[in-house]
């Protein structure tokens, strides 16, 4: 299965995502490498949005899991 770079934005006044297809990989590394790349350029320019990694069946499936709204994590409770 593939890895997905995506840029994600998520919208204060909307709670859907946007979602940029950026580039595909067969090699962990290789993606990992351009998202840290892709996030720092981010974070120079003050931008609010991320750049992520999803390991999907296909471009649907990553966006998909992308999409999809996550609780937030409970530090501490077991």
Known sequence: M?????YVNQQADQ???????????????????????KRAALRDQGSSADCRLIFAKNQVEAEKLLSAPREERVVGED
């Open 2 to 6: 593939p890895y997905f770079v995506y």
């Open 15 to 37: 709670d859907r995502k946007s979602l940029e297809y950026v580039e595909t990989f067969d090699n962990f590394k290789q993606a990992r490498n351009l998202a840290r790349d």
